[in-house]
């Protein structure tokens, strides 16, 4: 079934110049970038996008790693799409990424990893409506 999942390219990887090198993945893939835009996230949208984590130890340090410096947010579109980036973007902690994956290959950190992608359709969809109209997403 074609869906779609959210994406971001976290600032760990924006500061190195690997937002293409991510997008050049994502793509080989099968999974199309209908939507992308770079920004910076204020920390209320951090906090708000990662609530579920408030009661975390690494909540404090997470706001301020996303917040550090811009963000590439993407909706991106396919077969099985929430699963299959979930499998592209490989385990949280890198070193238990698998081989080829974007956190086995980019990741610095298990909190600085590179990436996020929805872990539900249900997430996806609250996800994608935070940041992106239904006009600028072009399937
Ligand atoms: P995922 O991004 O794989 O869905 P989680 O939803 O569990 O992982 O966590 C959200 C984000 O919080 C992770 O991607 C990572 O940036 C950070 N994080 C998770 N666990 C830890 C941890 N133990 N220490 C530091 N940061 C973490
Ligand atoms: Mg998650």
Redesign the pocket.
Known sequence: MTERTFSII?PDATRRNLTGAINAVIEAAGLRIVAQRRVKLTEAQAKKF?E??AE?P?YG??VA?MTAEPVVVQVLQGDNAVLKYRDV?G??NPEKAAEGTIRKQFAL?????SV??S?SLENAKIEIEQFFTEDEIVG
Do not use: C, P, W
């Not at 950190?109 to 990893?113: K, T, V």
């Open positions: 976290k990662y579920v984590h975390r690494f340090e997470l790693q973007m385990a949280t950190s298990i909190g600085e990893n996020h992608g872990d």
